[in-house]
Structures are given as structure tokens and as C-alpha cells.
């Protein structure tokens, strides 16, 4: 599945090829449903460490065993996440239905572009404050995964086309290893979890200066 239009992937970015693990989030109210900091936290620890119970989940973002047992019936109640398994309140088990999601502020019903718009704010804020603690804790890491992590920035001469071509060339690679998000017996001994942020973006606009 490709997009003509310009969309954020959240959380963990997927492929766009991948249509049965990725889901497509296109109306206002449940990307509003998304824009909150304790449901896109537990998604993305559901995602790094699921299965989870409220309880273990607030052990992992700082929560209340009671908020996060809330937040896990509202995602459920969008689709997000299911029961893993049968077990008493906070005892029971939530797992992620889909690996990632896809939305797009790019759209002709203003009430989705908004909405999109301050999902996608909130999500770049939580990566970027994620790369901020990785720059400032960098030396505790082995040197090996100091020297493996890369900052790389560039610049493209191409076309509408060609960017899209090259995006889905690089999210061809990322799915290579998507797998490993929900199967953990895929993963290479030694892995660990890797953030991989990209951005591109015209930096003058149509007829500008050369």
C-alpha cells in the first residue's frame, strides 16, 4: 500500500507496504483519542515490553496502576489494544493491536487536519525529548553502541516523486526488522530497542531561490 500525500507513522514507525500490521487513523475523533501523554506512553511500552498489566505499565511510565488501567480501556475502546489474557482488573494483561499507525494532516475535512496536527506535535515532542536523554546519557552506554548510533543530515535535490521513492526505500529497510516488535525470539541476541527518526521536508518553498 503506498500514499500520494505527505503522513506520520506512530509509535515505532512501520512500513507502508505493511498493510496487516499497520493502521490507518483517519478521523478526528480518535486521532484526538490519541493526543494524550499517558496513552501514547503505554502504547509505546506495550510496544517495547507488552504484554503488560496496569500495574507493570505504571511501573514503566510513572503512573498510577489506576490511570493506566483507564487509558488501557480507552485504547481498547478504539481499537488499539485487546486483553492479552483473562485475569482480575489490574492483574489482566494488554497487549497492542497493530505495531504502528498512519495519519495525515494533509486532508480537505479541517476538523482531521487539526486534530492530526497536534498528534503529530505531540509525538515528535516525546522523540525528540527521547534523542535529548540519549545525547545526555550517551557516555553510559557501551562504546560500541556510542560508535553504532548516528546523527545524519542531508541535503536532496529531487522531486515530489523521487522523495517518495526514497522514503519508501528507507521504510523498506525498517521492515526488515518489524517483526521483532511483537516476536521476540526474531531478535538477534545482543539487540536492543532503536529509535529511528525521519524527517524530510522542502526547506524553500516552489520558485524560491536557487
Same mark, same amino acid.
Given at each position: 500500500m ?13 512500513? @507502508?507496504?505493511?498493510? +496487516?500490521?499497520? /493502521?490507518? $487513523?483517519? %478521523?478526528?475523533?480518535?486521532? !484526538? ?14 510496544a ?24 488501557f ?40 487536519? @487539526?486534530?492530526?496536527? +497536534?498528534?503529530? /506535535?505531540? $509525538?515528535? %515532542?516525546?522523540?525528540?525529548? !527521547? ?26 535535490w529531487v ?52
Open positions: 503506498t500514499s500520494d500525500r505527505p503522513h506520520s507513522e506512530t509509535p515505532l514507525t512501520a512500513n @507502508v507496504n505493511s498493510a +496487516s500490521e499497520l /493502521r490507518d $487513523v483517519n %478521523d478526528p475523533k480518535t486521532l !484526538r483519542a490519541l493526543t494524550h501523554p499517558v496513552r501514547l506512553a503505554l502504547l509505546e511500552a506495550l517495547l515490553d507488552g504484554p503488560l498489566t496496569a500495574t507493570a505499565a505504571g511501573e514503566l511510565i510513572g503512573e498510577s496502576p489506576t490511570t493506566c488501567s483507564f487509558h480501556r480507552q485504547l481498547a475502546k478504539y481499537g488499539f489494544v485487546e486483553e492479552a489474557d483473562a485475569g482480575p482488573g489490574r492483574n489482566r494483561p494488554w497487549k497492542i493491536i497493530n505495531v504502528g499507525m498512519r495519519f495525515s494532516d494533509v486532508t480537505e475535512d479541517p476538523e482531521t487536519s @487539526v486534530a492530526a496536527k +497536534s498528534l503529530e /506535535r505531540m $509525538v515528535f %515532542d516525546r522523540a525528540m525529548s !527521547r534523542l535529548a536523554g540519549f545525547i545526555s546519557s550517551k557516555a553510559s552506554f557501551p562504546k560500541v553502541w556510542q560508535e553504532a548510533s548516528q546523527n545524519i543530515e542531508t541535503i536532496l522531486t515530489p516523486a523521487e522523495l517518495e521513492d526514497v522514503t519508501h526505500e528507507i521504510l523498506g529497510i525498517f521492515n526488515r526488522f518489524l517483526d521483532r516488535v511483537s516476536d521476540s525470539s526474531a531478535r538477534s541476541e545482543g539487540a536492543l530497542p532503536v529509535e529511528a527518526l525521519m524527517f524530510t521536508y522542502p526547506v524553500r518553498l516552489p520558485g524560491g531561490p536557487q
